[in-house]
C-alpha cells in the first residue's frame, strides 16, 4: 500500500485538482515547479537554516513523567507550540515564501479563519519584504480582534469578507478568485494539507520537519526511533501529516487523528469530519467533508477555531478509507479537562486544539511501557479567555 501521493496527485481514490478552468495557470505553474524547487539544495539550506535561527528548531521532545504517571504509560510531548508565533503553522508559511521567492512572486495572499495562518502568513511576508492581503470572514474579523490586530501591525491587509456564513470557506472561495484575477504576480499561500494538488504534498513535505526530529529525538533520548503510536489532533490536518509523515510506511506505528466533536458527534455543532462526513469534493479537493442531502457545506462547530473546518486533507481521507491511521474525536468538556490537566502536571499551557490529541489519551489501549508522541501543535496563549470563562462557571 502507498501512502504518499502518486503522480496524478491522489492519496488512492482522494485529492486531485478539481480546478476551474481559469485556475489551470496558476496551478499548472506550481505543480510543475514545486518538486524541483523544493528539493534543491539552496532551497533546503535556506529552509533549514530559517528553521533553526528564525522558528528555534529542533523544538523539544519532551518527556512528560507526571502525565505519563497518570496515564500509566509513557508520554512524550512534541513541543510545537515553542515555534516562533506560538504553533506548526510557520513550518509550512516559510517554505511557502520562500518558494513564491523563487517563482518571483511578490504578492502573497491567504485565507484565514481564526486568524493563525493570517498571523503566520503576514508574519513571513514581514520577513520577507513581500505584499500581504489575508481574506477573512466578516464575522471571523469581529470574534478574532487580537489576530486581527497582529495582521495589520506586520503590515497585512486584512478584507473582510461578506458573503455566505462570513467564515473561513467564504474567505477561501474569495482567496481563490482573487488568484485567478492575479495569476502572474500573485502565490497563495493555504494554510493546511488542503486545497488542489500540489497544495497537500507540499504542505506536508514542510511539516514533515515535525516527524524527522521526532525520529532522531527518540534515537537519542531512548535509543529506539519508533514509538508504538503517535496522536495529533486534525483540522485540515497538517500538523498530523507532519507528525505521521516519516512514519507511514512502518505499520508497527499507530497513528491517531484526533477531531474535533465540539458539542457531540450526534449534534450538529460538530467539526468531525471523517466521523460524520461522506465524499465529496470541496476546494478544488476530493476528500471527506460536511455536506447536506444537497451537496451543501454544512458549518462546523468547535470551540477551538483552528478545527472547525468543513473538510479534512485528502492524505488523511486515504488513511481513514485504508485504516493505516485510526481517527478519534474529542468534544468540547473533554478537550477543556484535558488542557487544564496538562497544564496543573506539567506547567505548559496547551492550545484548545492541541488538547484534542491530550484527550485521546483517555480512549485508547495503552501498554505501561509504550512510547506515546502526542503532538503539541500550539500554545494557549491564544485560547486564555475560554479557558477563563470555563473555569470560572
Ligand atoms: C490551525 C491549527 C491546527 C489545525 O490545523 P491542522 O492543519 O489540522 O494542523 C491545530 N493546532 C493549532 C495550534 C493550530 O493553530
Known amino acids: 500500500m502507498n501512502y504518499n501521493i502518486n503522480e496524478k496527485g491522489y492519496y488512492g481514490e482522494f485529492g486531485g485538482a478539481w480546478i476551474p478552468e481559469m485556475m489551470f495557470t496558476n496551478i499548472n505553474e506550481l505543480k510543475t515547479k514545486y518538486l524541483d524547487i523544493i528539493e534543491s539544495e539552496t532551497f533546503k539550506n535556506e529552509f533549514d537554516c530559517l528553521m533553526k535561527n528564525y522558528v528555534g528548531r529542533p523544538s523539544p521532545l519532551y518527556y512528560a513523567s507526571r502525565i505519563s504517571e497518570h496515564y500509566g504509560s509513557k508520554i512524550y510531548l512534541k513541543r510545537e507550540d515553542l515555534n516562533h508565533t506560538g504553533s506548526h503553522k510557520i513550518n509550512n508559511t516559510i517554505g511557502q515564501i520562500l518558494l513564491a521567492h523563487k517563482l518571483g512572486k511578490t504578492r502573497i495572499i491567504a485565507e484565514t479563519g481564526a486568524g493563525q495562518h493570517g498571523v503566520a502568513t503576514a508574519t513571513v511576508c514581514a520577513l520577507k519584504g513581500i505584499k500581504c492581503i489575508v481574506y477573512m470572514g466578516a464575522l471571523d474579523v469581529s470574534r478574532q480582534a487580537p489576530n486581527v490586530n497582529k495582521m495589520k501591525m506586520l503590515g497585512a491587509e486584512v478584507i473582510p469578507v461578506n458573503s455566505g456564513n462570513k467564515t473561513l470557506k467564504d474567505a477561501t472561495n474569495e482567496a481563490m478568485r482573487d488568484w485567478i484575477n492575479n495569476p502572474e504576480d500573485t502565490h497563495y499561500i493555504i494554510g493546511s494539507v488542503v486545497g488542489p494538488h500540489p497544495y497537500p504534498d507540499m504542505v506536508a513535505r514542510f511539516q514533515s520537519v515535525i516527524s524527522a526530529e521526532i525520529k532522531n529525538q527518540l ?38 487523528g484526533v477531531e474535533a466533536a465540539g458539542k457531540g458527534v450526534d449534534t450538529h455543532e460538530t467539526a468531525a469530519t471523517l466521523t460524520v462526513g461522506t465524499p465529496g469534493v470541496l476546494h478544488s479537493s476530493k476528500t471527506y467533508l460536511m455536506q447536506n442531502n444537497d451537496g451543501q457545506i454544512t458549518e462546523p462547530y468547535s470551540i477551538s477555531a483552528g478545527l472547525d473546518y468543513p473538510g479534512i486533507g485528502p492524505m488523511h481521507a486515504h488513511l481513514f478509507k485504508t485504516e493505516r491511521a485510526k481517527y478519534l474525536t474529542a468534544t468540547d468538556e473533554e478537550v477543556l479537562q484535558a488542557a487544564l490537566l496538562l497544564t496543573q502536571k506539567e506547567g505548559i499551557i496547551p492550545a484548545l486544539e492541541s488538547a484534542h490529541a491530550l484527550a485521546a489519551l483517555n480512549k485508547i489501549k495503552m501498554n505501561p511501557d509504550d512510547v506515546n508522541i502526542v503532538n503539541l501543535s500550539g500554545s494557549g496563549n491564544k485560547d486564555m479567555a475560554t479557558y477563563m470563562n470555563w473555569l470560572a462557571y
Not at 221 to 238: D, F, H, K, M, W
Open 219 to 256: 534515537k537519542e533520548q531512548t535509543g529506539n526511533e519508533y514509538p508504538a503510536r503517535i496522536l495529533a489532533c486534525v483540522g485540515g490536518g497538517s500538523n498530523a501529516a507532519g507528525a505521521f509523515y516519516h512514519f507511514l510506511d512502518n505499520k508497527c506505528v499507530e497513528l491517531i
